[in-house]
Nanobody, 127 residues
Framework: VEFVESGGNLVQPGGSPRLSCAAS????????MSWYRQTYGAGRELVAF????????YYTESVKGRFSISRDNPKNTVHLQMNSLKPEDTAVYSC?????????????????????WGQGTLVTVSS
């Protein structure tokens, strides 16, 4: 299993980069895909996920209305369109896969998440 993230960069507040994740080593179309982010000294935060066939997407509250997750099953790729970036969006963004995501309490968790992480792609929001 391999994930290769790209698209991160230094962007000004209000910028709109598009992140991509190329996945391989598993049957992409059968898995829900997600984006996580991590800042220095903190754990990973689930930012968004999209079910295997698309449809109902999830976004963490802080990015709702600004980020959009999409997937291209024939190309085994998932994207994260980021708009109206804020300095607090600065993080390393990584993708992952799970059979599906379920809600427990106030949080979502992946069921049978794949035990692999790519290098991630760094998004730095600064003027």
């Amino acid at each position: 299993v391999e994930f290769v993230e790209s698209g991160g960069n230094l962007v000004q507040p209000g910028g709109s980069p598009r992140l991509s994740c190329a996945a391989s080593g598993f049957t992409f179309r059968n898995y829900a895909m997600s984006w996580y982010r991590q800042t220095y000294g903190a754990g990973r935060e689930l930012v968004a996920f999209i079910p295997s066939a698309g449809g109902n997407t999830y976004y963490t509250e802080s990015v709702k209305g600004r980020f959009s997750i999409s997937r291209d099953n024939p190309k085994n790729t998932v994207h994260l369109q980021m708009n109206s970036l804020k300095p607090e969006d600065t993080a390393v963004y990584s993708c992952n896969a799970a059979l599906y995501y379920y809600k427990l309490g106030d949080s979502f968790y992946g069921r049978h998440s794949l035990d692999a992480w790519g290098q991630g792609t760094l998004v730095t929001v600064s003027s």
